[in-house]
């Protein structure tokens, strides 16, 4: 089924916000030095991320594999957010760049989780037991996967 106007219009919105996190991220100053270490014009640059005034627009095929360059993105990943199949963007590390943040590596994320959870009982909760707070984490564990934030065993 085709996408309507709406679905397009949404699609580049999320590549542009997309494009706009990895900017940022990447410590580029301006859209301009952006679209230059991606060997894109200015204007067409301002198209794919979008401005105050202007949405998002479509771009040639070509513009979104130089981003695919330029940002370290993997191959076809900015053109297939474009033509919404796909809502986020893998890094040529495997970093998955959602939209408001990033998965560094979904398989260790468990464990991120993990020692997240015991610093901050240790700070907020001193009183409770080892046991208790072991309690708490698997019962955090276990909703987390049954909203499929994390993979299950």
Do not use: W
Not at 69 to 93: C, E, H, Q, Y
Request: include cysteine; proline fraction near 2%; glycine fraction near 8%.
């Amino acid at each position: 089924m085709a996408s309507t106007n709406g679905d397009a219009a949404r699609h580049l919105h999320k590549l542009g916000a997309l494009v706009t996190q990895r900017r940022v991220a990447l410590g580029f100053a301006s859209k301009e030095a952006a679209a230059d270490a991606c060997d894109i014009s200015h204007t067409t640059y301002r198209k794919v991320e979008g401005t105050e005034t202007a949405a998002p627009q479509r771009v040639r095929d070509t513009t979104y594999a130089k981003l695919d360059i330029g940002f370290g993105f993997r191959p076809g990943s900015a053109k297939a957010v474009a033509d919404g199949t796909a809502d986020s963007i893998t890094l040529l590390d495997g970093t998955e760049l959602i939209e408001g943040g990033q998965i560094r590596d979904f398989a260790k994320l468990h464990d991120e989780v993990d020692r997240a959870f015991d610093k901050s009982a240790q700070l907020t909760a001193p009183h409770l037991t080892l046991s208790e707070a072991k309690a708490m984490k698997d019962e955090m564990i276990r909703e987390l996967r049954a909203r499929g934030v994390l993979k299950s065993d």
